[in-house]
């Protein structure tokens, strides 16, 4: 068991160096111009902007800067951001952003799971019936129209039609519903198509026919059999969903204004904030690459069947 | 239980002369997965009806352009000309902040999308399906792949597309480049895990013991599955690339302001909602019945490409 | 042997709707089981043993239905039932089935243990407790082994063998009337399935059911069975005691069916095999179904479908040969020699 975690924890560390390391060489690519706003570039002159360059570290090769910010993360100093409330340390960012997508997040979690499953789950009773043709219409909704397109149009008319502030105020607990209602839309709806798919999987398999046989009615054999084994393939995507609820949602936070994460990233790489980016991105595929790995012991918990030693790679 | 006996002449009870050739008649039903698949797929008035709607709005929309006069950029000077309503001045979907009238937009940006979609779908089917077989077939490599789509799965989407779209100006191609990039591992992965098991099925390794030439076993056993995804997939890709360029118009990093297509229709015409609901309501309607009709038709045609549900 | 009759199927016709096309699977089967005995149903693939079995406890795949006939039981006719909450009073409780395959007849992500007990509580009217109990009394029946432990494992943990008996015990663990086999030895090895055969024996004596057997192994039916019924294309051609169908088969598909026993074989010759291939159940058939492959079928029968005519108070068979118009034909050398042989070994025991 142990020498399984360890071998695990090793390809991790491999792939989240790989990822970041990629990052950053993307990162060195963009334009040195992009550091500076435009009037700082026409104002400075060119040794002015050598110094601000260096100054900021990016006058160094590639290589040296690297082992500067690893250096760096090794000792929990993740770097100051360049573009964010000046020089801010990255740490102090996140901690004041976080708690905002976490909330939002773990609260739209909770819904789509609960909403989504049982869903789901009546959709695969009434397999072809009315409540499975009113679910496909919703997730078809959900799934092919872009979600900007949907986000927009519900908080339009919601907020006429309820009188509801059409952004995201603190002290307003009115003004949290909407935007954990529509950051759950979509998933609910991926909640509801899986474990109906996995349901209906399972429903055709032998010992659901054997067990027909026994003389268990349906919906017992639903709720002790097919239910239970279909959920299984689900939960191993639990813990990864959670841990990544503080990425937070760009369009959610960004139409209800919401001080979240979620629009940390794009604007970091907009402004060439090379600190920043790398800080997200090493947080984001370290959280992601843990999810997996809790996500695959779960499954071993749950599954009888599964022997860790010889767990295959990768995610399904 | 029948114990009459039923009316017979009584010459009738001479043996009869054995036919060795018609013994043999099996007659079962010849079964064509093609037409077995298109037969499910077609059950459907569902299916058709939306299938007929595909033809009919791309074919509109790669047609208009070429028919039509009315040029979606021309800006009108003159400032009544500016938010019109639909209806007999305006045009059929209304004209917008500059003037431009928005049903010849529409129809222009639905190509732009269109298009934009089609080449997604086919970089992306293609260098999966080749990635995926060779993944598949090739055992050495697994790993290498394996790490590869870990990694490409980590790297949050959105980090890797505002980055290409940075380093490489906001353009068509950029886009094709960006979503290519990360999406073809996902196919190669689908593809991989179907080669596999079909390579290892019992009835391929049947098939080779009876020195079947490979090219038929390839046509045969597996090309039929891998045709399937890639159809599917191909339809799939469709409403995922306009909702890409979408969320990349949003965040400004998507085709060139200037260029006519579905997302940055959408984009301004958010901007206009409130007093101009018209400006995005109709080239939503026209996005959304392009979305969800390419939606519904491939998760139909990838539920009919089942050979178990070809009853 | 000679108890009531408990069920008998009445020229069932059931019918599948395939492809856009309509399969007939039973053309009007007869059977009957009476009640303490081992009945085998033989036939080969395509032959409806199976659907016919699923009839009898109302699983037939959702595109099938009985088009006519009738299945008498207990004063009920089983093929009209449609609500499950009728079916919920037969299925486990009166009849039970077990199935082929052992591998996946079982829930991989519960115990055995439980899977037996949901049944004996919910069948019996017992609480947790007492259906545990009950449940490790039905493993040791079936001859497991530290039923204690084996309670708590999953059935990843049990070979083919053992599995089958766990789902032998969760068959018989509310100890049903009758207990229908579909071929379950036919997926175990021959030294498993002589136990497997044995177990179901024993059980049927200590819970006094009657067994129907489908099998497709005449080795088996010599084993197991009080009485057979062949079958072929979707009906039941011949149906007597074992002995009268090995030793006075009538119907010529039974003597191709003997004639085919590799036991039979004389050395230095070809073994014997029935011409041609079953027809399709797609089409209407016109007279006797085995007609076209009988080298030894007379002209009516490609004309009429031959009625049913008693051998003996126990035997029937479906075939004009046994019409007085009829000539004289021959069984086949082989199928003499069978009962030579048979005759013979019941002289010296």
Known sequence: MLSYILKRLGQSLITVAIVIITVFLLLRLMPKSGYFTREDYVNMDESARTAYLRSLGVMDDPVTQFVRFAGGVARGNWGRSISVYPKSPVMTIIKEKAPYSLWFGLAALVLSMGLGLTMGVLMARHKDGVFDTFGTIYVTIVRAIPSLIWLFLIQQWVTGLLGWPMVFYEDRPVSWILPTISLALTGIAWYAIWLRRFMVDEENKDYVKFATAKGIPRTRIMRKHVLRNALVPLIQYFPQQVLLTIAGSLLIESIYSIPGMGGLLVNAIRQQDNPLVQALVLLYAVLGIVGVFLGDLLMAAVDPRIKLAGAQGGQE | MKREIPMVSDELFRPAPFNESEAELTGYARYSYWRSTFRTFLKSPVSIALLALIFVLTLFAFAYPVLSKTDPNAVALDTSRWNIKPGSEGGIFGTDGLGRDIWARTWYGTRTSLLLGFVIALFDVGIGMIAGALWGYVKRIDRIMTELYNVLNNIPQTVFLVLLAYIMRPGFWTIVVALCSTGWISIARFVRNKVMSIRDAEYNIASRCLATPLPRIIQKNVLPYLVSILIMEAALTIPYSIGAEVFLGFIGLGLPVEAVSLGNLVNQGKNTFMLYPYQLTWPTVVLAAITISFYIVGNRFADASDPRNHV | ?349
Not at chain 3, 247 to 261: F, I
Request: contains cysteine; hydrophobic residues 40%; proline residues 6%.
């Open chain 3, 1 to 349: 042997m000679s108890g009531a009759l408990l069920l008998s199927a009445e020229d069932l016709v059931v019918q599948f709707s395939l492809r856009g096309r309509k399969l007939t699977a039973l053309r009007g089967a007869s059977l009957e089981l009476f009640e303490g005995e081992t009945l085998a149903v033989v036939g080969e693939s395509g032959s409806g043993k199976s659907v016919l079995a699923k009839t009898f406890l109302g699983m037939l795949d959702k595109n099938g239905t009985i088009t006519a006939g009738s299945i008498q039981y207990r004063g009920k006719d089983l093929a009209r039932l449609s609500r499950e909450r009728d079916w919920l009073e037969i299925r486990g409780k009166k009849i039970a089935m077990i199935f082929q395959d052992p591998m996946t007849a079982l829930n991989p992500l519960k115990t055995i243990g439980e899977q037996i007990r949901e049944v004996i509580e919910l069948h019996r009217g017992m609480d947790r407790r007492q259906s545990k109990t009950e449940t490790l009394k039905t493993l040791e029946a079936v001859g497991i082994q530290d039923p204690e432990r084996r309670y708590r494992q999953y059935p990843h943990e049990f070979s083919g063998g053992m599995r089958q008996r766990v789902v032998i015990a969760s068959a018989v663990a509310c100890k049903p009337e009758i207990l229908i086999c579909d071929e379950p030895t036919t997926a175990l090895d021959v030294t498993v399935q002589a136990q497997i055969l044995d177990l179901i024996k024993a059980l049927k004596a200590e819970y006094a059911m009657s067994v129907l057997f489908i099998t497709h192994d005449l080795g088996v039916v010599a084993n197991v069975a009080d009485r057979v019924a062949v079958m072929y294309a979707g009906q039941v051609v011949e149906q007597g005691t074992v002995d009268e169908i090995f030793t006075d088969p009538r119907a010529p598909y039974t003597w191709a069916l003997l004639a085919s026993l590799p036991q039979l074989g004389v050395k230095g010759e070809d073994l014997f095999a029935i011409k041609g291939t079953p027809p399709s159940l797609f089409k209407e058939i016109k007279g006797d179904a085995f007609a076209p492959r009988n080298p030894l079928a007379l002209e009516v029968d490609f004309v009429a479908e031959p009625p049913i005519f008693d051998v003996s108070p126990t035997h029937w068979a479906k075939t004009w040969l046994l019409d007085p118009r009829a000539p004289a034909i021959r069984p086949p050398d082989s199928v003499l020699r069978l009962r030579e042989k048979l005759l013979a070994e019941r002289k010296l025991s």
